[in-house]
């Protein structure tokens, strides 16, 4: 059975600390790995990885696949309280002509002030 | 920004009732998601959609489901008979036309659900 697994599953800082959200799978037919931000209800889209090793980068957010050990993380540097989210980690499964989506079941970040 | 927009926002229906649920995708992309996602649950696949037709479903996209696309912009999921279980928010997705950007799905606002 494909798996997604996030951690930590909840999470609470101080602004301007930074955070590092893991996420790892057992899938197959791995395509790539998509992070996405949920606040109030649709997840809006973060980051896109398919390579390892490649970091990418938006803002004070950054993320990087590791396809060997079969992980990726998500970080935030000098988080404010916008970026209290939960934070969705889905493995693109290729399958016949189409795309599917397997979701991890989140990490909720509160960032207190 | 093109969005996906969904309809109704908010939707109650007694147990056994269908529910039609409403897309519109992102113009030009070719592959349409519905996914759902039970109260403090994870978000679960529950079928694709290209070409006009279903390229793959899970298994909770039983009998009881279909997905229609009745027009160019249009993309619909059916509930034939309601039940409690099928209370969740239900989200619509898109992904575009360049092969290198299929897997980037983007989501609507979703369709909260709740079968009395």
């Known amino acids: 059975e494909d798996k997604v697994v996030q951690s930590p599953l909840s999470l609470v800082v101080h602004e301007g600390d930074t955070v590092t959200l893991n996420c790892s799978y057992e899938?197959?037919?791995?395509?790539?790995l998509l992070w996405y931000k949920q606040e109030k209800k649709a997840p809006t889209f973060l980051f896109m990885l398919t390579s390892s090793g490649i970091e990418k980068k938006s803002g004070r957010l950054s993320s990087i696949l590791d396809k060997k050990e079969l992980f990726s993380i998500l970080n935030i540097t000098a988080t404010q309280t916008g970026d209290s989210a939960i934070y969705l980690c889905a493995v693109v499964l290729s399958g016949a002509g189409s795309y599917q989506l397997t979701f991890g079941k989140g990490t909720k970040l509160s960032v207190i002030p | 920004e093109p969005e996906v927009t969904q309809t109704p926002s908010h939707q109650v229906t007694q147990m056994g009732q269908e529910v039609i649920l409403r897309c519109v995708p992102i113009?030009?992309?070719?592959?349409f998601y519905w996914y759902r996602q039970i109260l403090g649950q994870k978000v679960e696949f529950l079928v694709s959609f290209y070409n006009n037709e279903i390229s793959e479903k899970s298994e909770i996209f039983d009998d009881q489901f279909s997905v229609e696309r009745p027009d160019g912009s249009n993309f619909t999921l059916k509930i034939r008979s309601t039940k409690l279980e099928d209370s969740a928010m239900y989200f619509c997705?898109?992904?575009?036309?360049?092969?290198?950007?299929?897997?980037?799905?983007?989501f609507g606002p979703g369709t909260r659900l709740l079968v009395l």
């Open positions: 997705a898109s992904s575009g036309l360049a092969h290198v950007y299929q897997e980037t799905q983007y």
């Open positions: 113009s030009n992309h070719l592959y």
């Open positions: 899938v197959t037919n791995f395509r790539s």
